[in-house]
C-alpha cells in the first residue's frame, strides 16, 4: 500500500537506462525471507477497487480524510518478524510500497529489555487502512539483528484485520512527516546495510504462481540476489523520479501484444501490492480490441471465449533493451481461482485492467503480482534502479 503524506518531494523527470545489463553477483550474508501469499477477496471487483484505490493513494498528496472509506487488503504478503529480547513474533505484510515499520494491529507489542520508548506520535495513512501510534526503538531480529530500529507501535489502526503490522520496505523518503520531531526514518533495509549485515542496499522479490489461494510462494531478499529464483541476466533501469508520485519505484517502458503496438515509450510503477496489470485507458482499449475480450460484469474483469483464448499472443514488455513476455497463459487468472472472484469455472478471464484515462494518474501503467509472479524483480537502493530478470515460471502454463 501507499502511504499518502502531506510532504512529496518533487523531483525533475530524470530518465535514464542502463547502457548495458548489469549482474548483480551473489554474496553473503544476504537474507531470505519467505513470502506467504494471503487473499481475501469474493471478487474480481474487490481486486480491481483495491488495485485503482493504492494507485490514487500514490498520487495524491493529501491526507485521506477518515470519513473516506477504507478499502480492504484483497491480498497480502506475510512474513513472520521478531522483535525485542527476548524476541517477540508477529505477522507482517511486507510491503513495497511503503517504509514505516510498525507492529500492534492484531497481536499487541511486547516491550522487552530492548525497547525505547521515544514519546514520539507517528501516523500514517494507506490506501487500504491507516494507523496511528508511538514511535520506539527495538531490536528488530532480520539475520543478525538490527540495533535500534525505529519502529511504530500502533494505539489505533483499521484495515488490517489478520496481521500484526507492516513490514516497509520502500523508499525511505516515504516516512517523511510520519513520525514527530523526525525527518525521516531509516528502513529496516537501510539500517541491515548500515549496520554492516548486507553488503548492498538493495531488496530482490520471487514469487511463483500460484493456484491456491494461501500459499507460501515468495521470497524476498536482503542485500543481494538469489541466482537460484531467475534465469539469465538481470536487466537494470534507473528509477525514473516521476512527478507527484513521490519515491516509488518507477520506470519506463513500451508494451506491444503480438506485434501491435499497446503502450508507447511512458512512465508506470513495479508494485508488488497491487494485482493485476494496469494500463492507461487507450493502451487498456487497444488490448481490449487486439484480444477480442468482453468485460464481465460478475468479475469485472475482461473475458474471452475458449477460442480467443487460443488465438492469444504474447503481450511483450519493453524495459531497457530487454523484451520481457507475458505469455497467453501469463495473461488469464488462475482458472482454479474464479471462484474466489465471483466467476465461473469454465470461463477465461485476463488480469489487463483499465487505469483509467491517461493523465488521470501520475502514471501510465502498474506492473503488479500477474507480472512479478513472471519475472524477479529488483529495488536497488544504493544505486537507483530497478532489475528485472525471467525466472523458471516465466513461461509456466500453470494457470
Ligand atoms: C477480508 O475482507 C473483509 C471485507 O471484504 C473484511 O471484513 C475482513 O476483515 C477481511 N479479513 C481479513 C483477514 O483481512
Ligand atoms: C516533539 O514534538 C512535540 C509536538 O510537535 C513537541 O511538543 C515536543 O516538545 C517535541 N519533542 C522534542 C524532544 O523535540
Ligand atoms: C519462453 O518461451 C519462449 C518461446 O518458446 C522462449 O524463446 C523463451 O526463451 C522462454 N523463456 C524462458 C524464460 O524460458
Not at 487486439?290 to 524495459?319: C, H, K, P, W, Y
Not at 488480469?351 to 512479478?372: M, R, W
Request: glycine share 10%.
Amino acid at each position: 500500500m501507499f502511504p499518502v503524506i502531506s510532504l512529496l518531494t518533487f523531483v525533475t523527470l530524470a530518465l535514464g537506462v542502463a547502457t548495458s545489463p548489469v549482474v548483480v553477483v551473489d554474496r553473503s550474508p544476504i537474507l531470505s525471507l519467505p513470502l506467504k501469499r494471503v487473499n481475501n477477496f469474493t471478487s474480481g471487483h474487490d481486486i480491481l477497487a483495491h488495485d485503482l484505490a493504492r494507485a490514487r493513494a500514490t498520487g495524491q498528496p493529501v491526507k485521506r480524510q477518515s470519513s473516506e472509506p477504507v478499502t480492504n487488503q484483497v491480498v497480502s504478503y506475510t512474513a513472520v518478524v521478531g522483535v525485542g529480547a527476548p524476541s517477540a513474533e508477529y505477522d507482517l505484510i511486507v510491503d513495497t510500497g511503503s517504509s514505516n515499520t510498525w507492529v500492534g494491529a492484531g497481536k499487541a507489542y511486547v516491550r522487552t529489555s530492548t525497547s525505547i520508548n521515544t514519546g514520539n506520535r507517528v501516523s500514517v495513512s494507506y490506501g487500504s487502512g491507516d494507523f496511528s501510534g508511538t514511535e520506539f526503538f527495538d531490536t528488530v531480529n532480520l539475520l543478525s539483528g538490527i540495533n535500534g530500529q525505529s519502529i511504530g507501535v500502533a494505539s489505533e489502526s483499521e484495515g488490517f484485520e489478520g496481521v500484526d503490522g507492516i513490514l516497509g520496505i520502500g523508499p525511505v523518503d516515504l516516512t517523511e512527516g510520519t513520525v514527530e520531531n523526525t525527518t525521516t526514518v531509516p528502513t529496516v533495509t537501510d539500517n541491515l546495510f548500515a549496520q554492516g549485515t548486507i553488503p548492498q542496499n538493495l531488496v530482490a522479490v520471487s514469487f511463483r504462481p500460484t493456484t491456491i489461494s494461501s500459499d507460501t510462494n515468495g521470497e524476498l531478499t536482503f542485500g543481494g540476489t538469489d541466482s537460484s529464483k531467475f534465469t539469465g541476466e538481470i536487466t537494470f533501469v534507473y528509477v525514473s523520479c516521476l512527478p507527484r508520485v513521490g519515491d516509488h519505484w518507477g520506470i519506463s517502458q513500451t508494451v506491444t501484444y503480438g506485434s501491435t503496438s499497446i503502450l508507447d515509450n511512458t512512465d508506470g510503477i513495479v508494485d508488488t501490492g497491487t494485482t493485476l496489470i494496469l494500463f492507461e485507458e487507450t493502451a487498456f482499449e487497444s488490448y481490449v480490441t487486439a484480444t477480442g475480450g468482453v468485460m464481465d460484469e460478475n468479475t469485472g474483469l475482461l473475458r474471452v471465449t475458449t477460442a480467443q483464448f487460443s488465438a492469444l499472443q504474447n503481450l511483450n514488455f519493453n524495459i531497457g533493451s530487454t523484451t520481457f513476455s507475458l505469455t497467453p497463459n501469463a495473461q488469464i487468472f488462475p482458472r482454479s481461482l474464479n471462484r474466489f472472484i465471483g466467476g465461473s469455472a469454465d470461463n477465461i478471464y485476463l488480469i489487463v485492467a483499465n487505469l483509467g484515462p491517461s493523465g488521470g494518474e501520475p502514471f501510465n501503467f502498474v506492473n503488479g503480482y500477474a507480472f512479478l509472479e513472471r519475472f524477479y524483480s529488483v529495488y536497488d537502493t544504493g544505486n537507483n534502479r530497478v532489475g528485472i530478470a525471467t525466472t523458471p515460471f516465466t513461461n509456466a502454463t500453470t494457470n
